[in-house]
């Protein structure tokens, strides 16, 4: 759905997406998690609230290249419990992603959890660069009341 509004600056365009649970889902099949878990690197959270965010790096596609990319990762969480506090949903697993040195992500961690991160590519070979990953524990479940 295009939704159009005239105002005193222009015509706005807005653009729904609505993406399908089932016709729109990539299955990561159990061997295809396995594959993640064990090429990405990890670490385990206790329970608090842990702060993650981009403290250096680039990813750069073509290695050798004079132009960096910007700072990406994926990560997947996963073997307990714990809320990401943009959502305040609270799940034993999930995904998020950060991108550039200003995104964090905010976890309360309720039940020990595994954080995995790690990057998409088709061509491995020619990448270049490291990504480091800060986690701070910032505080107890008790600080949030």
Not at 82 to 99: D, I, M, Q, R, Y
Request: proline share 2%; with cysteine; charged share 20%.
């Amino acid at each position: 759905m295009t939704i159009a509004t005239q105002g005193k600056t222009g015509t706005t365009n807005i653009t729904d997406l609505v993406v399908n649970s089932k016709k729109n889902c990539y299955h990561l099949f159990s061997q295809r998690m396995n594959e993640i878990q064990n090429t990405g690197v990890s670490t385990q959270l206790q329970p608090g609230i842990h702060i993650v965010r981009i403290r250096k790096g680039s990813f750069d596609y073509v290695q050798g290249d004079a132009i960096k990319g910007e700072p990406i990762v994926m990560l997947w969480i996963y073997g307990g419990k714990f809320k990401n506090l943009k959502t305040n949903v609270e799940v034993p697993a999930g995904w998020s992603t950060l991108n550039g040195y200003d995104d964090t992500l905010t976890l309360a961690v309720s039940e020990t959890s595994t954080l995995c991160a790690f990057f998409f590519d088709v061509e491995v070979g020619d990448n270049d660069g490291d990504v480091t990953i800060s986690v701070i524990k910032a505080g107890e479940l008790n600080d949030l009341n």
